[in-house]
């Protein structure tokens, strides 16, 4: 089973414009990040998959592979659908550019999904940790998973879900994080299918893999990790670092 990562990197970011390319501690967040994918030891090969030159030069020229992404996308994966539809893998994971802390052992878990998964019944597996914090629960940024018993994804939402009419009724609160590890088949799927009124309404595109009968087998961690959305949060990193 060939497996790699795939880091998809836009220089454009709402929140914080060209996050990417900031400094971090003497190299910028998105070639921290390539390092730390490379460094677990974990994938067969790992590709930045990006629409900058800039970022493109800045894995490159480190001695990283890069590719240019020849289309404007919505989404991430279709992103990395573009990417990978002519490379020979069967097992991408989806690594976040902007989180650069990269811990092995939730990488692990979902790769071990694969490997157990001999009907090949899995299409994506992804990763939730409990909130408990009521202002988490109710921040929609944070996107909350519920899940069958089998831990497979019943729905994504960035409301409140269970809603809370009973309490006391030992509901858990789970939040999504968003690292994917998708086969191939389920990821060129998605990118030939069209986006459909779940996804569009809370803009989540793992709506889209629901929505058309895709299976998510969700693994519960206690690591959250440390993104960078703000420049707060860039502030934090470099304390850490």
């Known amino acids: 089973m060939k497996i790699i990562a795939v880091i998809p990197a836009r220089y454009a970011s ?3 414009h060209a996050k990417l390319m900031q400094d971090l501690g003497g190299k910028t967040v998105i070639l921290r990040t390539y390092q730390a994918a490379v460094n677990t030891n974990l994938f067969d090969d790992v590709f930045v998959v990006t629409d900058s ?11 990283g592979k890069a590719i240019m992404s020849i289309k404007e996308h919505e989404s991430g994966s279709d992103r990395i ?5 002519n490379l020979d893998v069967d097992i991408v994971i989806n690594v ?27 299409d994506l597996a992804s990763l ?17 998973v519920v899940v069958n018993q089998n ?9 409140v879900i269970p809603y809370p009419r009973e309490q006391n009724v030992g509901v858990r609160y789970m939040k999504h994080i968003g690292v994917y590890a998708f ?16 996804e569009a309404s809370e803009k989540l595109e793992q709506l889209r893999y629901l929505e058309f ?14 993104g960078i959305d703000t420049k707060e949060d860039l502030e934090k990193a470099r304390k850490i670092v």
């Open 14 to 16: 709402t929140r914080f």
């Open 128 to 144: 939730m940790y409990e909130i408990k914090d009521e202002e988490e629960i109710n921040n929609p940024n944070n996107v909350k």
């Open 81 to 85: 659908a573009e990417a990978v539809e």
């Open 213 to 226: 009968g895709k299976q998510i087998k969700m693994v519960e961690t206690t690591h959250a990790g440390i």
């Open 53 to 63: 030159n800039l970022i493109f030069d800045e894995i490159v020229s480190h001695g």
């Open 96 to 122: 976040q550019g902007d989180e650069p802390f990269i811990n092995a052992e939730p990488l692990k878990e979902v790769i071990e999904v694969f490997k157990n998964d001999l009907d090949k019944k899995v």
């Open 183 to 198: 086969r191939k088949q389920a990821l060129l799927d998605f990118y030939h299918l069209p986006m459909k009124s779940l």
């Open 151 to 159: 831990n497979f994804a019943l729905y994504f939402s960035r409301s």
